[in-house]
């Protein structure tokens, strides 16, 4: 008998398309205009997640200067900022291996705006196509290498330069979704 993999998680939460995700960060904030229309799966399970707390009081994990920087793993949660840039192993597991526990589709693929611009919000992902979850990254410069294999689901509108300051360790202190004009 084969394997049998979870059933991609289909998010409940209805985009509207005129999200805008809120990072308030140790470092400061950001303001990233969502893609409800190119990548809705990927905004829907991002707003239901930041809506439920998920995000809060994690740290951001993985700093590669010119390259990315990430957040988004459950398993910084209980972590001081000085372990995670460390890269040390926490009490639920290494900082970049945890998610929330499902797994969404891919929409790199029927994504007509997937650049990764600079300041663009993708989702990480395994090797597997459908394997994002939870965890996210900010490009820092243009990475059009990663178009045809990672979803992007938003660009930054404010804060361009807080992303470039992030490193790994450093603290999302909430992720809010507000609406433009509201």
């Known amino acids: 008998m084969g394997f049998i993999k979870d059933p991609l998680y289909v998010p409940a939460y209805e985009v509207v398309g005129d999200e805008v995700a809120v990072f308030d960060t140790s470092r400061g904030i950001i303001r990233v205009r969502l893609d409800g229309e190119g990548a809705p799966v990927h905004v829907a399970n991002f707003c239901e997640l930041a809506g439920s707390g998920f995000y809060d009081g994690l740290k951001f994990h ?74 996210f990254y900010f490009c820092l410069g243009p990475q059009h290498g990663l178009d045809s294999g990672y979803t992007v689901f938003g660009q930054t509108i404010e804060g361009k330069d807080v992303i470039g300051e992030l490193r790994a360790g450093d603290v999302i202190n909430s992720v809010r979704i507000e609406h433009l004009g509201a």
């Open 62 to 135: 993985r700093y590669v200067p010119g390259f990315v920087i990430q957040g988004g793993c459950p398993n910084t949660r209980e972590m001081t900022s000085e372990q995670v840039a460390r890269g040390e192993v926490g009490p639920t597991g290494r900082p970049g291996t945890g998610g929330p526990g499902y797994r969404i589709r891919q929409e790199y693929t029927t994504n007509p705006r997937n650049s990764h611009d600079d300041g663009a919000l993708a989702m990480a992902r395994s090797m597997d196509p459908d394997s994002a979850g939870s965890q």
